[in-house]
Each structure stands twice: as C-alpha cells, then as structure tokens.
C-alpha cells in the first residue's frame, strides 16, 4: 500500500511482512524495529514516492528521477521524463517495475505506465484525465497488471489495455488481489469507501459501500479495516468469503497504512491527550508492541511517503533538513 501526501498531515502505516499460511500465527515474544537513515539528497524539488525491492534494494523518485539504491550503492535509471513525471512505484521484483505517471499534451493531462523491464523502458499511453492523482497498481505477472485513477482502472495484458468504470466514487485508493478475487478500493461520492469486486473478465461488481467510521488499507495481497467504535478499536482482513476480525484493543486512531502478508504489521498511531502525539506499534500476529526507537516522535508532518514492505523492511521518504531516506528493519 502506497500512500502520497501533500500537505501536513497525519497517517497510519500498517505494515505485514513474512509468509504463512495463517495471519494470526505467533511470530516471536519480543519484536523491535531499527531504523537508520540510508540516503539523503540535498536541494531539489518536493521528493516522490520509495519502494522497497528485493535484495536490500531500495527505489525512489526525486526531481523526476528515478533512483535505484543498494547498500550506500546509488544508481540512477533512465526513465524518459519528457513531459512527463512518476507519481507511483510498484516493484514487482528488481526486474520489473511500473511506474504510473502523468504527462501534459496541449494543456490536457495524460494518464501513462512506464514498464522497466529488466532495465528497458517502454511506456504506454492509457487516457486523457481531468486532473492528477496518483495511481494504483497491482501487477498479477510481468507483463499482466492494473493501473486505476480517479474513478477508472485500466487492465494491461502484455500491450493490450481494456478500461472499465466505476459508478459512484471519485477516486480508486487501492487495488489487491486475495485469493483469486481482484478487489477494488474506491472513495465514494457520499461518505465512505466503495469495494469493487472484478470477474473473470475484470467487469466490476459493488462488494460493498462502508459508511462506518474506519480506515481501510491495502497492499497487493491483502486489504486490512480498523473500524472505531466507543473507546474500542476493531481490525478486520478481508477474505474472498468477508471479513473476519483479528484484534480487539483500546482506542487509537491509526493515519496510515503500508502491508504485505498478515503476520506481522507496523503501526503508526496517533492520540492527543497533550497535542497530537505519534507512535509506532507492532503486531506479530498475537501480541501488540510498542516501537520504542520509533523516529517521528517531532511529529509527521514532515513524512511525505511511507512505502511498501519486503523481506521485513519498508522505507520513509522525508523533507527535513533535505531529502532523506529512512529504512525501518525488523529484527528479532
């Protein structure tokens, strides 16, 4: 789950790493984060969106560049930025990754992906669009993926796109694949989110519209909930059968959310009982832990983008004294 903000605000990260057959299987007794500062740019425009790839590897986007880092080793990649700039990094391994990104032809916006594969750039033009935001992806196989913005998603099948719509929302804010079932997260134009659910020839059906009070998160395997009610907060995943809860707890307003399997998530919480504060927890499946190294304690406001997780680690793209990345670890 890739999340990007523009102004000061807050968010919430849930983050899931390591495979097992069941979500809620023990992990260990005791867990801890490291985190440490991996790279830093000086100078430039706002930074762009970071994604975690295989082997320590690291990319992001700054100055419409698009970087490749592994272990202080920075490489930059070619990615033909005429007119046009990344708003979104899905790595789906180290050899092959999309980037959705938007172009301007004679004052009209133009939706575009930009396929590395195996280092070879090849771009392919989706649809004119009213304004930006950034795009989802989900990509199911090299050469296989989605790409939706606004209230369209578009199916790439090795070059051929097929485009379908969304009736009653404004905004696609996730696309995962559970199971076998490809689902569709949507603002809706009340309030609320939608949940599409797409066939065997990626037509959608309406899942369902949420009007509760809950914040809903995805990442290309998995959609997680937290629902608030009273002084309890609730956490539900979604199966292809529904949704089933996880965990019961005191109340905490979760911002942001950025997950992969079910067994292990990061956290990032906010209560305000002196001011706003912020704090990073973890879930190993059965137990909830506090991030004591947690290193946005100053607040989030300067936190643009939080990544995906692999191989237990995820990375922060930040605007604090220059551009700077920073790698949060989980060890044991």
Partial sequence: MKIFLTTVSLFFIILISSCNNSPLTPSVTEEKIEWKQVDSVNGGYFPGPVAAGENNTFYYIHDNFLFRCTEGSKTLIPISYENSGAATIKVYNNNYIILGAYGVTNGQWILKAKILSHDSLSVITLDTIPDISPPEILVVAPGKFYIASKEHYYFVDNGSVSKFDLTG????????????????????????????????????????????????????????????????????YLTEGGWVNFRRGNFQFFNMAAFDDLDYIYLISNTSKQGIEHHGNMWNGAQYFTDNNFPFTNGLGNVFYFGNMKNNTFYAAILDHGFRILRGRRVF
Wanted: hydrophobic share 35%; no cysteine; net charge negative.
């Fill in 169 to 236: 929302v404004n905004n696609v804010t996730g696309i995962s694949k559970i199971g076998n079932t490809i689902f569709i997260l949507a603002y809706n134009l009340g309030y609320g989110e939608s949940i599409f659910r797409l066939g065997a020839d990626n037509s959608p059906s309406l899942y369902e519209n949420n009007q509760e009070f809950s914040e809903t998160f995805t990442s290309d395997k998995n959609i997680i909930r937290a629902r608030y009610a009273d002084s309890l907060m609730l956490m539900d």
